[in-house]
C-alpha cells in the first residue's frame, strides 16, 4: 500500500471542532495519506514513515474547495449581457433562454468540452468537489444527455429541469410543470442525486416548485433551491419544508425566512459571484450567521450571471461584502458546501476523509482574503494525487 506525508506544514486547517475552533487549526503539522484517504493528522515531529513526501515548506494547507453550486453544462457566450449590465441594464434572468438555444444546437462533444474545460480550471484553482446542474436543455432528451455528461465530471449531479419555463411553452406553464415532473423526470433521475427549481418571479411559483420537488423527492432525489434572489418570495420557507439539503442564493430575506432556516438542517447557500456581475445587493451573511444559520459559499459558475469558476474570488466577496469574518468564509467555502451536499468525506482533513486538500504560497488562510485575485494556490492534491 502506497503512502504519501505531506509535511512541514506550518498551518493545517483540518475544520475539526475537536479543539473549539472551527478551523480545527494545527501548526507544524503533517498529514499521511493511504489510498486516497486521510489516514493521521498531527504534529510534523511525530509523523510516521510514508513511500513518498511531499514538503510544504511552512505554508499553509486546507481543505479542498466543496462548490456546492455550478451550473456547467452549456454552450454560447453572454458576455454582450454582461456589458450591458455594467452599462446599467438590469438583471432580470431572461437571458437563460438565450443559453437554451445554444445549448440545443451544440454537440454532445462541444458540451463536454466545455464541462471538463471549467472543472479543470476550477480544480487548478482548489476546488476537488463541484456539484454540476443542467437546467440549459429543458427537453426530455437536452435534460438527460446533460446529465450525462455532468455525471461524467461529478457525483453530485442536480436535474434542473425546473430552470425557467421554455419559449415553447410560454403559454403553457402548467403542462411544462407536468413534462418536468413526468418524462422528463423518469430520464433525468438515473443521471441524478439532486433535484432543483428556481422559485422566482418570472420562474416558478410555490406550487409549481412544491409539485416539481415533490416527484423528485418521490424519485429518490434530494431536494435543492434556488431562492429569494431576485426579491422577497416563498423559496426559503418552501425548501425548509420540504427538509432541502440547501436554498441558494438567499439574498432577499425576511425576518421568517432567517427564523426558519436556523430551526432547520438545510443550508443557506451563498453565491456572491452572481451579486458581483449583475451588480445587485449582496445577501446578508453576518445576519444569517448570528442566527446560528449553517452557510456556505459557493461559484454559481454560469454563462450569464457569474462566470467565475474561482472559490477564492467568492470568498473574498463574501468577507470584503457580506461581513464574514476570513475563518468563516473559509469554512463556508469547505465545510458547508460539503454540508450543502450532505457529505461528509469532504470539506476536512481527517482521518477516514478523501484526501482533497491544497497547499498556499501563503502561510495563513488568511491570504486568501488578505490578497484577492493572486493565484496563491501551490498544488492541489484530489484523492491523495497532485493535480497539474
Known sequence: MSSLLVDDIGELVTNSADSGDPLGIRRQAAVLIEEGRVAW???????????????????????????????????????????????????TGGGIRTTVGATRAASDGALRATVGRLRTEALRQGTTTMEIKSGYGLTVADEARSLRIAAEFSADTTFLGAHVVPTEYADRPDDYVSLVCGPMLAAAAPHARWIDVFCERGAFDADHARAILACGQAAGLGVRLHANQLGPGPGVRLGVELGAASVDHCTHLADADVDALAGSATVATLLPGAEFSTRSPYPDARRLLDAGVTVALATDCNPGSSYTSSMSFCLALAVREMRMTPAEAVWAATAGGARALRRDDVGALRPGARADLMILDAPSHLHLAYRPGVPLIRQVLHNGVPQC
Open 41 to 91: 493528522v498531527g504534529p510534523s515531529r511525530y509523523a510516521p514513515a510514508a513511500d513518498r513526501r511531499i514538503d510544504a515548506g511552512g505554508a499553509a494547507v486546507l481543505p479542498g474547495f466543496v462548490d456546492s453550486h455550478a451550473h456547467l453544462v452549456f454552450a454560447g457566450d453572454r458576455a454582450a449581457e454582461f456589458a450591458a449590465r455594467m452599462a446599467g441594464e438590469p438583471y
